[in-house]
């Protein structure tokens, strides 16, 4: 019997109280998934960066049921999004065929016509306008092997670097955080680390909705251990915030002033660890736009002026609240901390990145297991696929740089391109992908497993952009039409999820394979199989068959991954131990793995809790090395980042601070848990949560319609008075179709990541 | 039809007590039991009714709070 609408609401509303207090619900008989199918093919969830393991089960050339797997690292637990996965498979507007653009109506096309259009269209541009007129804009929800495909064609074959990734919107700021801190991506620790922590600093992440499995762990280790302690820095009183033992709300974009404070409590009441700090730490700041070293006296000095009462002062958030932050901090046994886009979105992303790891390195809260500063990833592969395979107009694979002459040469070699192939000058990033095919300066963009026509901010640019007559945008995508997909010239039907096989990669360094279990419907392929043809007849309407013969010799994923595996070798990320025989029977393994005997490595930078290639980068290194920044001596870098506010923070015209986000039900640009009847009953609409100090203030009652304007659009959303944010900021939703929150959002970007400060928007409010 | 998730919390040892006075009530299911805290879900035509629901049960004695968490309308 199914479960009926009524059951699943009452699940939902309970699940999410259960969240709140840490409570542990049974998952109702009707979500769990039926044994009747008649095979079980091991995968991963599509949705969140957690990347929780999962067994598909397959009837009739169908997919029928998702159980969570016991024996990954989600012991088998799934969020209510992820039972229902079958359902994305099914939906009534799954792309099937290639469709052109006639006027304002999309016509049915074969495969052959479409390729031969996009070829002519590319080939064209490149011969008339140069490499640098065509662009790809991929996603971290593409297989590894799609995006290395695609890096590959455009730095090394076509030599333009004229490609980015939608990682640039969620995950750029943690990775330059993390390679300017420590001198590679990637976090060092793992979700293991919760089981040992003893203090959680969770910031600028909802992990309850997010996140809900991982969030999940933190609750039961807190629940076993009552000495644990969660501190929760949000200005929202979120679901996660709720099982906090000390909410810290602030005014957004004021955290870099609590986390200097906090940093200001440590030193001055010696908290921190001199021997780690002798030893692991150098100090760095920025002088005449170069970074240069300082000394520890000098960082003293730089952070004396953010007591805790200048950091109330700035922040609102109670001094008592700040010192009572950094002594738990620093105190416990093992703080892991935890954040995702509430640090990430920001114009001062990587600094606030920057302060999160200055306090685990100041207090030696890192390197074993339950210290350890942790990225949340948003997006099922933005690791794997993007960050370390390369997809960003300034990455090469495995931690290369287009910029670094070294690395350039190393890549040109393996690839078998001639040497200055590889452009020096890294590309435009996303934002600036739309804003140079506005300029009409790139004429041709592809955009595959995307939907930037929803997710970009201060859309109402980029939208028209998309739509202009005199460029063109190919758009592949499982459905059709998406908020990108109608504004397309070319919309190619794509494989989704487990109609192909690949291999994501999640936020613990976990790489994962994904078995094909069905067929596509129709004529949907997967994007692999469409990429490498489009390559071989590209480079043949470009007179480069030969070349083509040998850069894009591929006859599936397992060709291609054999590749992958050996680009990594003798880098900070060696995972040329992880063949596929061994994806596809191992429950993920995690890099490094540098031989086929290795299990892969919870934790790194460290010889006590075996990273293999401490050794191998610093053969003198004791324990913890930070091997990836041999430029300051295998150590790590704590950085005097001043406070500085948001690009637009509320003002006597715009008073209000617009932050948005996700909720439980959903993800992203609803794409796929919009389909899913179930979830889309629980959770429908964008809705403005506004406090109701605000609300009274205004003469807004629950659910009437609201204006909201910020300099950039206006747009209709029913009030939700509620005690959720703090008074002088509202928050909605961003995956709504119907209503595009990001019509109002900021495209205000970070120097250094170029990721948008979508959490921090002034906006007005009305009544409608 | 609305349907509403409620965090019931109680004072210490009340538990018993507290989930034989929720009993009575039409319309609820209890879901779980946590930390001096429960976890109900009401049901209700209109929200009034809920409003209501709320009020009868905050009156109960050993109740401290009673605070929604979700709101939903099936």
């Known amino acids: 019997m199914k479960l009926t609408r009524r059951e699943l609401l009452k699940y939902s509303a309970a699940m999410a109280a259960a969240s709140a207090i840490g409570l542990d619900l049974p998952v109702p008989k009707d979500l769990v998934a039926k044994e009747t199918a008649e095979k079980w093919v091991k995968g991963v969830c599509r949705y969140c960066g957690a990347g929780c393991g999962v067994y598909v089960g397959v009837s009739k050339g169908k997919v029928v049921a998702v159980k969570g797997d016991k024996d990954n690292w989600n012991k088998g637990f799934l969020c209510v999004k992820g039972y229902y996965l079958p359902q994305i498979l099914y939906a009534e507007d799954r792309a099937k065929y290639p469709m052109l653009r006639k006027g304002d109506k999309f016509v049915r096309i074969s495969w052959n016509e479409a390729m031969d259009i996009m070829v002519s269209k590319f080939s064209q541009s490149i011969k008339n306008h140069g490499v640098d007129s065509v662009a790809f804009y991929g996603s971290g929800q593409a297989y590894i092997e799609e995006s290395y495909f695609m890096n590959k064609l455009f730095k090394g074959g076509l030599g333009t670097n004229n490609i980015d990734g939608n990682p640039r919107l969620c995950m750029a700021s943690a990775a330059v955080g993390y390679v300017t801190s420590y001198g590679k991506d990637e976090p060092m620790g793992c979700y293991d680390d919760i089981y040992h922590a003893d203090c959680f600093f969770i910031i600028g992440s909802n992990m309850a909705e997010a996140h809900p499995v991982i969030f999940n762990i933190l609750n039961e280790r807190k629940k076993k251990n009552p000495g644990v302690k969660v501190i929760v820095a949000d200005p929202r009183k979120t679901l996660t915030a709720r099982i906090a033992d000390l909410h810290m709300s602030f005014v957004p974009g004021t955290d870099l002033a609590i986390l200097n404070a906090m940093a200001h409590v440590i030193v001055k009441e010696n908290l921190y660890d001199r021997n780690f700090i002798n030893d692991h730490v150098v100090f760095k700041t920025i002088k005449d736009d170069k970074p240069a070293k300082v000394t520890f006296e000098d960082y003293v000095k730089f952070i004396e002026e953010y007591t805790p009462e200048m950091a109330e002062q700035v922040s609102s958030c109670p001094k008592d609240m700040i010192i009572q932050a950094a002594r738990l901090f620093a105190k416990s046994k093992a703080t892991m901390s935890l954040w995702c886009m509430g640090l990430n979105q920001r114009t001062r992303g990587v600094w606030v990145n920057n302060l999160v790891h200055n306090l685990h390195l100041l207090t030696g809260q890192i390197c074993r297991p339950g210290a350890t500063p942790f990225s949340l990833t948003g997006q099922p592969n933005a690791c794997g696929g993007i960050r370390d395979a390369g997809l960003l107009s300034h990455l090469l694979p495995y931690g290369r740089l287009v910029v670094n002459e070294k690395d350039r040469e190393e890549m040109e070699k393996f690839w078998g391109v001639p040497k200055g192939r590889i452009n020096p000058k890294p590309g435009p990033t996303a934002v600036d992908i739309f804003r140079k095919f506005n300029a009409g300066e790139i004429k041709c963009l592809w955009v595959a497993c995307t939907n930037p026509g929803q997710s970009l901010p201060n859309l109402e640019v980029y939208r028209k952009a998309m739509a202009k007559d005199d460029t063109f945008l190919v758009v592949s995508e499982a459905y059709h039409p998406t908020r990108t997909s109608e504004l397309a010239d070319l919309v190619l039907p794509s494989a989704l999820w487990v109609e192909k096989d690949g291999t994501y990669g999640q936020s613990e360094r976990r790489y994962q394979y994904l078995e094909k279990a069905v067929n596509p419907p129709a004529e949907a392929r997967p994007d692999f199989e469409v990429f490498v043809e489009f390559a071989k007849k590209l480079f043949k309407a470009l007179g480069r068959e030969e070349e083509a013969k040998k850069l894009f010799n591929y006859k599936n994923t397992e060709d291609i991954w054999k590749e992958i595996m050996e680009a990594s070798r003798n880098t900070a990320y060696d995972f040329t131990g992880m063949t596929r025989e061994r994806l596809k029977k191992e429950h993920g393994i995690q890099w490094p793995c540098p031989d086929i005997n290795h299990p892969g490595t919870q934790r790194r930078y460290t010889v006590k809790y075996g990273d293999p290639l401490v050794k191998k980068f610093d053969p003198n290194a004791k324990d913890i090395s930070f091997y990836g920044n041999k430029a300051d001596g295998n150590k790590a870098v704590i950085w005097l980042r001043p406070y500085k506010g948001p690009a637009e923070p509320a003002d006597k015209d715009y008073p209000f601070i617009l932050t948005t986000g996700r909720q439980l039900e959903h993800w992203h640009t609803g794409t796929m848990t919009l389909k899913v009847a179930e979830l889309k009953r629980a959770a429908f609409k964008a809705q403005l949560e506004i406090s109701p100090r605000d609300a009274a203030k205004l003469g807004i009652k629950n659910k009437d319609l609201v204006k909201v304007t910020s300099r950039r659009g206006s747009i209709i959303l029913e009030a939700k008075v509620v005690d959720v944010p703090r008074d002088g900021v509202v928050y909605t939703n961003f995956h709504y179709p119907d209503k595009l929150i990001n019509m109002l959002t900021n495209d205000a970007y970070d120097a250094l990541s170029k990721q948008p400060e979508y959490k921090i928007s002034a906006v007005k409010i009305e009544k409608a | ?74």
Do not use: C
């Open chain 2, 1 to 74: 039809m609305k349907i509403a998730s409620l965090i019931v919390e109680f004072d210490e040892n009340r538990g018993e007590e507290i989930k034989q006075a929720l009993h009575p009530f039409k319309n609820l299911t209890i879901y779980g039991e946590k930390d001096n805290k429960i976890v109900v879900v009401i049901e209700s035509e209109e929200i009034k009714d809920l409003t209501q629901t709320i009020d009868q049960i905050s009156a109960i004695t050993f109740i401290k709070s009673v605070t929604p968490v979700y709101i939903s309308e099936l």
